[in-house]
């Protein structure tokens, strides 16, 4: 049996047992007198839901947004922090100042901040986060981000000079990232499964397969979170997503993985649905070391064998915006490029003739990790590619499968991912290191004037060349921008609406009643 010819059925039914569930609750509680569910947390925590389980919990050493999403501001500080607006606000670091030069950042850092097992947070433990990402053998997954850092020195216990070898208007930004948290030589190497930071909550205990336990900091230096403790489960399967905000056993789900479930719970009182946006690039990953797939012929038909508009209607139930590269459509600079892969199927069966590949002869992989959004999006992607000759065989893989095959081991042909980080678009310029192997010069040219460009008229120039050139080289499918769909107890409040960076910042949230 043809996955394409299978896959829609399978799809239905689930988005039929979503439909059932929201609708069998709804009759169930439609003749309660309160119609709240019952909450089995007490009323100073929360239960969160996240659809992915972190293959660990040190954010400074992996690329699973999900890491971020579990300890980023709650308990992981870095010495910048991004706030829900995406605006830049001090965290461990209280004030900075720049030289007329832009080389050197003086930091000022915060005198009352303890690591959780104690120990206190001084510039000497800046210097060590800092060296850590910046070395040869860093494994820190966004090695660029400190790539200008030629040298990061404590003057005194509270005072760290960051030299740069060339100006860089990102830097406190960059510093914000779940990449750039501040850890302590101590607890370093045991951060992935005994996280210790500076946040308002501690790591309690991991329960993998199911839950992370975290409870509030009682020496935090900030102001303490109204939270006293917090949990996040892990629950993939949308209808046990659903089933779980109905029964109350959950309390949020900041990414609601049953779009198809929003309209239902938007009409029900007990829930407030928020639908924001995200720094999510959705795109079909393409592995250029494999032929036909270096062939910018290929790569065109596929992008043009895509519809957008039914993917999106398809896989997310009409949530989503349409992107023709890898940026953003929200953000000031970004360019509408949709045009260049516009869904043309006889165009696509041109540019395949034109490769010399025969229709039907063409049998590509397609590994699907766990979201939705990939599972549901890769089903109509492959039928739509089965209408101009090319069969996609469908690999649905476990999280931590496609990192180690997909993102590291490059062994795939095509996937579907969502790349969660903010202005991630330098991601092109890393070569056959990274998983889709894209190399063009012009691109790392555009990149290496960005790095040393401040003026921001002039940055949006060259944002929309580095648009422009992977959108003509068709380096991947540019599918859709991932929306922030959210669902939680109408009684909470301070949940992020957007998500300007990965994160369930719980440091705002409460509760009301």
């Not at 101590?186 to 975290?214: C, H, I, K, M, Y």
């Not at 949308?238 to 789900?253: E, H, I, Q, T």
Request: net charge negative; with cysteine.
């Amino acid at each position: 049996m043809s996955p394409t010819a299978s896959r829609p059925t399978a799809r239905n039914l689930g988005s039929a047992l979503v439909a059932l569930v929201v609708a069998a609750a709804c009759t169930v509680t439609a003749t309660l007198a309160d119609p709240r569910p019952a909450r089995a947390a007490p009323p100073d925590s929360i239960v969160l839901g996240m659809v992915l389980e972190p293959p660990h919990l040190d954010p400074t050493a992996g690329a699973a947004g999900a890491i971020d999403e579990v300890v980023y501001a709650n308990v992981f500080e870095g010495l910048t922090r991004i706030a829900h607006d995406g605006t830049v606000l001090p965290g461990l670091a209280q004030r900075w100042d720049v030289s007329d030069d832009g080389l050197v950042y003086t930091f000022h850092l915060r005198r009352d901040v303890l690591f959780h097992d104690g120990t206190a947070f001084t510039a000497d433990d800046a210097v060590f986060s800092l060296q850590r990402a910046i070395d040869t053998d860093s494994v820190n997954a966004q090695k660029g981000l400190f790539a200008a850092i030629d040298s990061a020195v404590a003057l005194d216990g509270y005072t760290l000079i960051v030299a740069l070898s060339h100006p860089q208007a990102l830097l406190p930004f960059n510093l914000g990232w779940g990449d750039a948290v501040m850890v302590a030589p101590e607890s370093a190497d045991t951060n992935r499964t005994a996280p210790v930071g500076t946040g308002p909550f501690r790591f309690v205990r991991w329960v993998q397969g199911d839950r992370v336990e975290l409870d509030a900091f009682p020496d935090y230096w900030g102001e303490a979170p109204a939270l006293k403790a917090a949990t996040v489960r892990f629950i993939p399967d949308p209808a046990a997503a659903v089933a779980g905000l109905m029964a109350g056993d959950v309390d949020a789900f900041p990414n609601m993985p049953a779009p198809e479930s929003l309209p239902a719970l938007e009409a029900d009182p007990r829930f407030t649905v928020s639908v924001g946006t995200t720094e999510g690039e959705t795109i079909l990953a393409m592995n250029h070391r494999r032929p036909p797939l270096d062939d910018i012929r290929v790569r065109r038909a596929i992008a043009h064998a895509i519809d957008r508009r039914a993917l999106i209607d398809g896989a997310m139930f009409g949530y989503g915006t349409p992107i023709g590269s890898h940026f953003a459509p929200h953000h000031p600079a970004a360019v509408d490029l949709t045009s260049l892969s516009a869904h043309d199927p006889e165009r696509a069966k041109a540019l395949l003739a034109e490769a010399g590949i025969a229709p039907g002869s063409l049998t590509l992989t397609l590994h699907l990790p766990p979201p939705s959004y990939a599972r549901r999006g890769g089903e109509i992607i492959a039928a739509q590619l089965a209408e101009v000759g090319i069969t996609a065989k469908v690999i649905p893989v476990e999280w931590a499968q496609w990192l180690d095959q997909v993102f590291r081991g490059h062994d795939y042909d095509l996937s579907i991912v969502s790349h969660t980080e903010p202005l991630d678009i330098d991601i092109y310029e890393r070569g056959d290191d990274y998983y889709f192997g894209y190399e063009n010069p012009d691109f790392e040219a555009v990149m290496a004037d960005l790095r040393v460009t401040t003026d921001t008229a002039a940055r949006a120039a060259l944002y929309g060349r580095a648009q422009r050139l992977l959108a003509e080289d068709a380096v991947n499918g540019f599918l859709f921008q991932l929306p922030k769909t959210g669902v939680w107890d109408a009684r909470l409040r301070g949940l992020w609406t957007n998500s300007p960076i990965q994160a369930n910042d719980l440091t705002g949230v409460s509760w009301t009643e």
